[in-house]
T-cell receptor
Framework: ETGVTQTPRHLVMGMTNKKSLKCEQH?????MYWYKQSAKKPLELMFV???????ENNSVPSRFSPECPNSSHLFLHLHTLQPEDSALYLCASSSRDRAQYFGPGTRLLVL | EDKVVQSPLSLVVHEGDTVTLNCSYEVTNFRSLLWYKQEKKAPTFLFMLTSSGIEKKSGRLSSILDKKELFSILNITATQTGDSAIYLCAGNNAGGTSYGKLTFGQGTILTVHP
């Protein structure tokens, strides 16, 4: 339960706000991921970081800006979001050739 | 584009029943197939399958992979109300790296009535 933590757990923001989501993993993993889960849609991969280097950007709009200062921390900076960006944002981490472990998520509502 | 399809989309059973959840995949550079259980929070890891025909078991849950036919099944025997959840299947595209990326299916919503 405490292997991957995310803050805040809930966030309400206006379309002109700037906010950041934080993820921290305590599992000694080398890769970290951001996913978006919208209602009635499959989990969508957004970004992948391996050893702090971004290796995947799944055509995510520039209003989402990831940052990975080290292998244990991952941020998602949000600015000028749209109401359709409201979703559950999940962070995950993994080691080489191993399963990804997820954090509890941040439920985001954009008004 | 990678694709994972799960069936059925929803399933309602009574306690004690046995259920089989299906997952078919089309994933380039396929490395592994993963199953997760999601209740009102984050998906929790169940199984990772890499080899065809080898069953993985954990208590009442088991899963098997068929790499020739590109599918996997998740079996739950003697279901309990605590098994009610969304079950997610994901294919791992190695993509030339050691970590790859997951493509998820839409999930199967399982409801177990007492």
């Amino acid at each position: 339960e405490t292997g991957v933590t995310q803050t805040p757990r809930h966030l309400v923001m206006g379309m002109t706000n700037k906010k950041s989501l934080k993820c921290e993993q305590h599992l000694g993993h080398n890769a970290m991921y951001w996913y978006k889960q919208s209602a009635k849609k499959p989990l969508e991969l957004m970004f992948v970081y391996n050893f702090k280097e971004q290796t995947e950007n799944n055509s995510v709009p520039s209003r989402f800006s990831p940052e990975c200062p080290n292998s244990s921390h991952l941020f998602l900076h949000l600015h000028t979001l749209q109401p359709e960006d409201s979703a559950l944002y999940l962070c995950a981490s993994s080691s080489r050739d191993r399963a990804q472990y997820f954090g509890p998520g941040t439920r985001l509502l954009v008004l | 584009e990678d694709k994972v399809v799960q069936s059925p989309l929803s399933l309602v059973v009574h306690e004690g029943d046995t259920v089989t959840l299906n997952c078919s995949y089309e994933v380039t550079n396929f490395r592994s197939l993963l199953w997760y259980k999601q209740e009102k929070k984050a998906p929790t890891f169940l199984f990772m399958l890499t080899s065809s025909g080898i069953e993985k078991k954990s208590g009442r849950l088991s899963s098997i992979l068929d790499k020739k036919e590109l599918f996997s099944i998740l079996n739950i025997t003697a279901t309990q109300t605590g098994d009610s959840a969304i079950y997610l299947c994901a294919g791992n595209n190695a993509g030339g790296t050691s970590y790859g990326k997951l493509t998820f299916g839409q999930g199967t919503i399982l409801t177990v009535h007492p």
